[in-house]
Every structure is written in C-alpha cells, then in structure tokens.
C-alpha cells in the first residue's frame, strides 16, 4: 500500500490497482485488467459462443467486487474516463474494467485484491475445465504467481 487506502498488484498475466480519485474526496479508482494474450494457451478452444474464460472471469469478479462494495456501505460505480491508463505491464492484448468507489473503509483494497485475485484464477480454471489444478489459496506474491499461472498455461496449454 503506498497511499492511504491504495493498494496494488501487477504482474504479466493480471492486474487489481485501487487508486485514490484525486478529483472525489474519499473515492478510489478500482482498475482491473487480464492479459487475454497470455491466458491464451489455457483458453484457446475452451469456450463456444460466450466469451472468453479469462474476459467472462474478470467480468464475474469485478461484479462480486460492487456487490462486496455494496455489503460495506461503500457505492460502485462504472466509469468511463480512462484512469487506468498505462497500468498494463505489456503491449499484449488486455481485457480492462473500471470502478469508482466511494465510501469505501481503508482496510476495503486489501480484502478486494486477495478477493479478486484468487478468485478470478477459480473461475478461470473452472471455465477452461482445469479439473485436477491445484490453486493456491492464499494471494502469493506477484511474481511467483506469474510463475504458477505460466506453468499452469505450459501444462494444461498442451492438452487443448
């Protein structure tokens, strides 16, 4: 956490930032991302006529984030102003959404980051039907769980 309320994590795969709104006194900027380059191994060919696995899990994710928002008196928000610009860490192709919260406790990024995280790498094993993956249940750091999702991406990759 660098700010007040502020929290991060970033790796080549994915990305949660909570930024505080400069222009809103007590809102945050929520900026969610998903390299559906990357993710592509375990995707490819695993999805008819809906959407991505990785796209619809970011999707279901950031809809339980307003709902988690909602349950502690904080009020989500869809924006449409970009301020979440230049967080993608490649040039690769990004699926992104955006929120303004407001209301939100100092204590609400963290429970929103581990949430998010770990929850959008379940939903997109359970789309792309990864039966005898073994997820990790705590949020590890971002660079070792680019580790786990490229050789999750290796290993499950090669049997679509």
Not at 103 to 111: R, V
Request: hydrophobic share 40%.
């Amino acid at each position: 956490m660098s700010r007040k309320g502020a929290a991060e994590y970033i790796n080549e795969f994915l990305y949660f930032v909570i930024r505080t709104d400069k222009s809103r006194e007590g809102a945050f900027i929520y900026c969610s991302g998903v390299n559906l380059s990357l993710f592509l191994p375990i995707t490819k060919g695993r999805h008819g006529l809906g959407s991505n696995p990785a796209m619809r899990g970011l999707q279901q994710v950031n809809h339980a984030v307003m709902a988690l928002a909602l349950s502690n008196g904080a009020v989500p928000k869809a924006v449409k102003e970009n301020e979440c610009a230049g967080i993608s860490p490649t040039n690769d192709s990004w699926y992104t959404e955006r929120l303004l919260i407001e209301n939100a406790s100092g204590s609400f990024s963290e429970e929103v980051i581990n949430y998010a995280v770990i929850n959008l790498l379940k939903k997109i094993a359970k789309a792309c039907m990864l039966q005898d993956i073994v997820l990790p249940d705590k949020l590890l750091e971002p660079e070792k769980l680019e580790v786990f999702i490229k050789d999750m991406c290796d290993k499950y990759g090669r049997q679509s």
